[in-house]
């Protein structure tokens, strides 16, 4: 990387947008960033790639202002920043999408967009009506279906993400820092997105992007910096980065990312989870489906094809109104998350942050919340079974923690995940449903947890994987069903997808041709689900392929 001297402009001689120098930050025992330097030039976008724990999410919050560094410089636009609060960092023109989410449940979509910086009316008084409009007129710059009057506790995850991305474009920022932006938004979602930040980054606005998605990056990046273990790599133009390039700096070794996963084949046992004709208050819709012991099937489709509201369905967190739900062969009622648990039914949820952690807890107090009673007697906890379990699963999963004591809200986000996974893996389920297991997780170790599923199933788990990733469906699972407007429309087993006239060594290009044909195939439903949706709503018979 081309390190000014002053860190203030770049090899062509204009002033970067962005330069920090010798940054360095610890918490408790852990150092979370060593000495490394970014550099961000006006209008481009600028990748930033790491594993769990590589420092990424750290640095741009250092760059936001949330975090104080320990030592080094952050100088934007020619302007050195002093005082490390998100004030001045705002002022600087820098605006930020964050992982986590910054949003407020309980307000509107458009209070969220413009919190703090509300529109007045007559009098001083917050004016809600214009918020309205001009979050409107944002949603549709991106061409979105946002509800701005919608309250943000009542939205999927995907409207959330959109809204925390039009929140962070709304502050007419220099530099926009969007940190996994794509999580939960559907292919179509992310291709409007990538239109509009072509149009910022021709307006001069520099674009720090962060993903896991080495599809995402290769499209709309121009150059790109990775960290490790807090540490500067490489920084360097797409074009000297292929993919294969990138994830062997990410991981610390040569890698195919998740084309060197192995299936293997599946030895099918008896059915486990049966739905008949399952509906939800308003999605799914008469959904028909089997999961047997052994096997992993794949849940696609697009934002609002129905995928989640399932999962909850399954899981006892939304009420069933009509159907049956048969485990090992017996319907069973599940009104509520306890009878779901009871049944041997666990969930991954899609909603990390909201649903699937205790930020503030430790990591060993999240491990064991679903087996309380397996680790307590007459009332109390036993600190040693806790111990037990906890560091089972820490070594279990690779979670990346300074101690078993620590708070979850210190891992990074992919190790987060890993903790919510341990946490419904403690409970030794029969059937588990995992809700965008990889959100926020690096490529290295999304091959963990895809060959964890794979031997889960083996061991005689029956799964349900959702995944927006179709590289991860591919990869994980021996039949996919694809959904569209809360109905299932194609079941299509794995080998189906494979072009036959690629050689098998080739896993590379065989994987990116298999995602070609489910991409189609979930076009193709989109169609399907909308058409059948216009007739009386009482079919739902779908091609098995």
């Keep these: 990387m081309n390190e000014a001297a002053d860190g203030k402009s770049s090899a062509a001689g204009q002033l970067l947008a962005v330069s920090m120098a010798g940054i360095s930050k610890s918490f408790g025992g852990v150092r979370a960033l060593d000495d490394v330097s970014l550099e961000i030039e006006q209008g481009e976008v600028h990748a930033l790639l790491g594993g769990n724990g590589a420092g990424k999410s750290t640095i741009l919050k250092v760059l936001n202002g949330i975090h104080k560094p320990d030592s080094g410089t952050i100088t934007v636009a020619g302007r050195k920043l002093t005082a490390h609060t998100p004030e001045e960092s705002r002022a600087a023109g820098i605006a930020m999408n964050f992982q986590e989410m910054s949003l407020i449940p309980t307000l509107t979509v458009a209070q969220n967009v413009f919190l703090t910086r509300e529109a007045k009316a007559g009098m001083g008084l917050i004016d809600d009506r214009a918020a309205e409009r001009k979050a409107a007129e944002l949603f549709a710059i991106l061409e979105v279906d946002v509800d701005p009057k919608a309250v943000v506790g009542d939205l999927g995850a995907g409207q959330k993400q959109l809204t925390e991305i039009v929140k962070a474009i709304s502050q007419d920022a220099k530099v926009l820092v969007l940190d996994e932006p794509s999580t939960a938004l559907a292919v179509s979602d992310v291709d409007r997105l990538f239109v509009f930040l072509r149009k910022l980054k021709a307006r001069g606005v520099a674009i720090i992007y962060v993903s896991h998605r080495m599809d995402e990056i290769a499209r709309i990046a121009d150059r790109a910096t990775i960290f490790r273990d807090g540490r500067h790599v490489i920084t360097a133009p797409l074009s000297q980065l292929p993919i294969d390039t990138m994830i062997e700096y990410i991981v610390g070794k040569r890698s195919k990312g998740l084309s060197d996963v192995e299936r293997g084949t599946a030895v099918k046992g008896e059915v486990l989870l049966e739905l008949r004709g399952v509906s939800g208050k308003y999605k799914p819709e008469n959904v028909k489906l089997a999961v047997h012991r052994g096997e992993v099937v794949g849940l696609a489709g697009l934002l609002g094809s129905g995928r989640s509201s399932l999962a909850r369905v399954i899981a006892g967190i939304e009420p069933a109104v009509s159907g049956e739900i048969l485990i090992k062969g ?189 991409q189609i195939e979930i076009q193709e439903a989109l169609k399907y689900g909308q058409e059948i949706g216009n007739d009386d709503g009482k079919s739902n018979a779908y091609p098995e392929l």
């Design 330 to 518: 017996k319907a069973v009622k599940i009104a509520n998350p306890g009878d779901a648990i009871g049944a041997g039914v666990a969930l991954v949820p899609e909603a990390r942050a909201t649903q699937g952690i205790i930020p503030a807890h430790s990591v060993a107090s999240n491990m064991t919340l679903a087996v309380l009673d397996r680790v307590s007697m007459a009332g109390f906890v036993d600190p040693e079974k806790v111990r037990s379990v906890t560091d089972g699963m820490i070594k279990r999963l690779s979670v990346k923690t300074a101690s078993r004591d620590h708070a979850v809200s210190t891992l990074s986000g992919g190790n987060q995940q890993k903790v919510v996974i341990g946490k419904w893996l403690a409970t030794d389920p029969d059937i588990l449903v995992l809700d965008e297991p990889t959100a926020g997780i690096d490529i290295g170790s999304k091959s963990e947890i895809i060959r964890l599923v794979r031997e889960l199933a083996a061991s005689g788990k029956a799964i349900l994987f959702i995944s927006s990733e179709l590289s991860e469906l591919l990869a994980a699972c021996d039949r996919i069903l694809v959904m569209s407007e809360g109905r299932m429309c194609a079941d299509i087993p794995r080998e189906l997808l494979d072009d036959v006239g690629i050689p098998e060594h080739d896993t590379a290009h065989r994987l990116q041709a298999a995602e070609q044909r489910l």
